[in-house]
């Protein structure tokens, strides 16, 4: 199993739906959640972080975490075609420092 | 610099050749970190650095791969020997400390091992 998992997509929305991103982890004593998001040729920039069961949100963003089934989520509103990226989950390892990241889920917002 | 710098930015080099990739991370970061990331796949997790000190270095991939921060600022990313196989972008990130916070990434080092 893998550490971190995600669906590869490429997940397509149309201009202004929301779309939902989804990651589950294995390690069960993680503590810290991220999402980066990867514009093609380009280096990967935080979007979130969570830390905390239940639901963050920050403009159109809303980060989901359920420590319970290991699995981590998140919702963009209202999508635009500048949010077509690919987006990692990546987390924090119980033990140490370690940040792994998820094989990232293409997201095409079609207008 | 504001940002994490790295250099190169593209390496061309031959099977067999050895080769060093460096990173200058954002001043005070004390947590650094060497992904490496092929196309269509997540960074994949090589090394990491808490000062001068590999924390954890459970993601090299063999002993052609040495990472080394002796003066806990800037490091070196060397291989050994370079294989078709090791062509990615190779990328650093840093962070202040712990497991919390953002990490910072640089804009990575294409390789490409002919």
């Known amino acids: 199993q893998k550490e971190v998992e995600q669906n590869s997509g490429p997940l397509s929305v149309p201009e202004g739906a929301i779309a939902s991103l989804n990651c589950t982890y294995s390690?069960?004593?993680?503590?810290?959640f991220f999402w980066y998001r990867q514009y093609s040729g380009k280096s990967p920039e935080l979007i979130m972080f969570?830390?905390?069961?239940g639901d963050k949100e920050d403009g159109r963003f809303t980060a989901q975490l359920n420590k319970a089934s290991q699995y981590v989520s998140l919702l963009i509103r209202d999508s635009q075609p500048s949010d077509s990226a690919t987006y990692l989950c990546a987390v924090n390892m119980e033990y140490g420092n370690k940040l792994v990241f998820g094989a990232g889920t293409i997201l095409r917002v079609k207008s | 610099g504001a940002g994490v710098s790295q250099t190169p930015s593209n390496k061309v080099t031959e099977k067999g050749k050895y080769v060093e990739l460096r990173c200058d991370p954002i001043s005070g970061h004390t947590a650094l970190y060497w992904y490496r990331q092929s196309l269509g796949q997540g960074p994949e997790f090589l090394i990491y650095f808490q000062g001068t000190g590999a924390a954890d270095d459970s993601g090299l991939p063999n002993d052609r791969f040495f990472a080394v921060r002796p003066e806990g600022s800037v490091s070196t990313l060397k291989i050994q020997r370079t294989e078709r196989g090791d062509s990615a972008v190779y990328l650093c990130?840093?962070?202040?400390?712990?497991?919390?916070?953002?990490?910072?990434f640089g804009e990575g080092s294409r390789l490409t091992v002919l």
């Open positions: 969570i830390y905390s069961n």
């Open positions: 390690d069960r004593g993680s503590q810290s």
């Open positions: 990130a840093s962070r202040t400390s712990g497991n919390t916070g953002e990490l910072f």
